[in-house]
T-cell receptor, first 112, second 111 residues
Framework: TQLLEQSPQFLSIQEGENLTVYCNSSSVFSSLQWYRQEPGEGPVLLVTVVTGGEVKKLKRLTFQFGDARKDSSLHITAAQPGDTGLYLCAGRTSGNTGKLIFGQGTTLQVKP | DAGITQSPRHKVTETGTPVTLRCHQTENHRYMYWYRQDPGHGLRLIHYSYGVKDTDKGEVSDGYSVSRSKTEDFLLTLESATSSQTSVYFC??????????FGPGTRLTVT
């Protein structure tokens, strides 16, 4: 069974601080997707990383896929209250089904 | 916006009653998925479909069945709801680039 361990589960920080969320697995994934979810809504795709070592930036968010495609990280610089939400990583398994294995999620609260 | 709607958005039902949740997409995607979301578990795959009448089980399929008679509709049925099936249910579609896009969810409470 493939597992994706996400940490930390909860993070409460002040506006302006930096933070990093990690997703780790012993399994290799075809790609890794990061989602952000707000209360009462479905997850919204932020980014997909595909190549080992790939780094993608989305404004103040930096996403990295590990060289071996088993782990990933999300780094937020100078967090703002608008970044508050649940962040989910999801690894795509091999094959055509496109099935995703989700981490447990990180609840981020950014206080003004 | 991936054109995904779910109905109902909220439902309260009693233990032992059947419940059907509907997912509707407007963009003709072949692959559709049903997940449940519970605190501390992220999202877990219940069933998925890879075409009309083609479905397969996910990791938490016990107690659930699905049907797909049209490309645009994917139904999830709880034949006899139990309290352990109280959850938030999400439907998703898969794009041609293997990215998944989610509907707004259905909050189901089984009393």
């Amino acid at each position: 069974t493939q597992l994706l361990e996400q940490s930390p589960q909860f993070l409460s920080i002040q506006e302006g601080e930096n933070l990093t969320v990690y997703c780790n697995s012993s399994s290799v994934f075809s790609s890794l997707q990061w989602y952000r979810q707000e209360p009462g809504e479905g997850p919204v795709l932020l980014v997909t990383v595909v190549t080992g070592g790939e780094v993608k930036k989305l404004k103040r968010l930096t996403f990295q896929f590990g060289d071996a495609r088993k782990d990933s990280s999300l780094h937020i610089t100078a967090a703002q209250p608008g970044d508050t939400g649940l962040y989910l990583c999801a690894g795509r398994t091999s094959g055509n089904t496109g099935k995703l294995i989700f981490g447990q999620g990180t609840t981020l609260q950014v206080k003004p | 916006d991936a054109g995904i709607t779910q109905s109902p958005r909220h439902k309260v039902t009693e233990t032992g009653t059947p419940v059907t949740l509907r997912c509707h997409q407007t963009e003709n995607h072949r692959y559709m998925y049903w997940y449940r979301q519970d605190p501390g578990h992220g999202l877990r795959l219940i069933h998925y479909s890879y075409g009309v009448k083609d479905t397969d089980k996910g990791e938490v399929s016990d107690g659930y069945s699905v049907s797909r008679s049209k490309t645009e509709d994917f139904l999830l049925t709880l034949e006899s709801a139990t309290s352990s099936q109280t959850s938030v249910y999400f439907c998703a579609i898969r794009s041609s680039s293997y990215e998944q896009y989610f509907g707004p969810g259905t909050r189901l409470t089984v009393t």
